[in-house]
């Protein structure tokens, strides 16, 4: 009888570690991401909040290379399709995303050549990506390249992107 | 351990069990017909892994159908992530080792990892093909493992998007006025950026516009004494805090940025040339940018002060925007050349930088050097001004009417005066005056400014554009702006 009662405290006792270690490695914190649509006035932002939740184990630096990335393609897809707002030409999508110090070094693929919607749009759209990236914690400029080259300007438009680029340039 | 080490061991775990399995877990590529809206796809890569069909990230068929479905697909190798993009918007990514996978912001489970194989990523495809919301490859169910894994419950594919501007907080201000001068303190928490702009006499207003910033308080109305007749704070748009001071004269105004906010003391000192604009930074880092270009000392002084240069946009091998037979490079230098005629019959010098239908640099030329080579004109003569006339264009029909642009601190009363007179003399839509970092204004060392006349995408604009008249009036009308801001600058 008291080796039975033992034993029940023990599988009661391995049964709350089990459970105490299940919700130990399975916890998560939301973290949020804003990421700003331009309005087609070309002026004023639309902030989204989506919450990305952190991976297990990962660190500070990981998790916002990660982030940086998960942002700046979210801004290049564009907002719902019954939002006004500005987007990028069809098909640009994000080729890569890294963070160099507090550059956030973006490489968009070439389909944002075909836009040719003129420099209200060529700047909201940028607008949107240096808002959404300068957002995320330590990133305060967006150096930008257009398929692995660093440009001046898109194919007959105007806007500049030969520099990094931060919120005080609009 | 960080995330890459998590995952490049689940890699190298999935490679040996390949090296142990072998042939027994993964079978060789073979080609697989699926059915999209009636369309064939051929996935050339496919290969049965233990958990379920995987496909590269590589392969043409993947990428078809990821764009038939209105997405794009794209691989990161550094990341090691494999991207499915598109607007909604919504991402739906994979990394190589996780066993999960993510639909916006909520994570799944995957029938297997995702890993890599001959360089190449793979991924399970009936899982991506249930993402997507489309039929399964195949009938064949998933084994038990992996099928007994229900969902999360939402399938939404991206989070409930909320409104969460982060920006800084304008607190309140503290006037104190003391003899000879008035302080004006505005509490900041927060960082972020300012410009601030004076009116000359007989307007002697002066305002700083606290960027993407919220005012905390109700708005303020305050009396300072002599030298600031009063205090106007105001939430002047959704992301703009102002605060706005009516001098009794050219006051002395300076301004000083600091980690709680901004000081702003305007002294009884007048000036005969104030500065009519500054910028600057707040918060933590307001040390390193604070208000370079609000020093006197960067004014430009023009070589050639009764020279104007006309830069009608595009030209030659670039005709701009085109709506039918109507090319943009033809209309600007139409009207160009009615501003240029306007203003040498009132006794101005006038430059364009083309006279005629060409490249002002080179056929073909990059935007760059274009560019470069109608602010060269400027630059190299000492002009007092530049005006860049263009015609704008839009993916839809909608947006209608003029919009003119400005960059530097110094070009701002050129663009409010040439736009002050296209809306009053031709009644167009007013899009305003627009701050953007157009390369043609900011390497010009003068005052410079960009005038998008009207929309060629719009049916309205279009035959205003189109009619010979119409453009006359609008030369007619830059022209008078010209000559305003010169009258008052």
Redesign the interface.
Known sequence: MRNSRVFFLLALLVAAAAIAWYFASHRTSAG?V??YYTK??????????????P?????G??RL??LV??AA??A??????NLSAI?FPA?T????A?VDGTTAAVDL?AEINDG??????E?GEFKSLVWTLT?LPGI?RVAVRVAGKK??????????I?EP?R???? | ????A?RIGSVLALALSFQLCGPARSNAAENTTYIYNGKRIVFTTLVQHTGGPAVSADDPGFHELVKAAGA?L?W?P??Q?V?I???????I?FAIG?AHY?V??V?RPASFAPFMRDAHAYVPIEDVLRALKLPPLSPVPLPESTADISPPPTPAP??T??????PAQVTGVDVQSQPGSVTVRIGIVGN??YEWHRLRAPDNRWWIDV??ARLTTAPIDQNAGDVVSSVRVRQQ???TVRVALSLSAANEVDVTPGADGITVVASARTLADAPRSG?G?FGS?ATALATPAASPSVQYVPTNPRLIVIDPG?GGS?P??VRGDTQEKSLTLDMARHVRDILVARGWQVIMTRNDDRDVFAPND???DE?QARDDVANARGARLLISI?V????NS??HGV?T?YYKASDLALAQAVNRRITSELGLKN??V???????L?HANMPAA?V?TA?ISNPDDLALLQSAGWRQKMAQAIADGIVDYTENN
């Open positions: 949020d804003t990421v087609v006035d070309g002026q004023s932002e639309v902030p989204w909040t989506i919450s990305v939740r991976q297990q184990g990962e660190s630096a990981d290379q990660y990335l998960y393609s979210q290049v897809a564009g907002p719902p399709a987007r098909g999508r994000v080729l890569s890294a693929s040719r919607a003129g420099p209200l749009n700047s957002a305060d440009v001046a300007t898109l194919p007959g438009g105007s806007f500049e030969d680029l919120r005080s340039d609009w | 351990m960080n995330r890459y998590v794009s794209s990161d550094d990341n992530y991207l993009t598109f607007p909604g918007p919504s991402i990514s996780d993510l916006g912001a994570s991206f989070a998007p909320q409104p969460s501007p982060q972020g950026s960027h993407d748009d959704g992301d910028l930074t880092n595009h670039d701009g925007t990059s935007a760059h560019l263009h704008n264009s839009y993916v909608g947006p919009t642009f899009n305003g627009i701050k953007d970092k157009l390369y043609v900011n960009l998008e929309f």
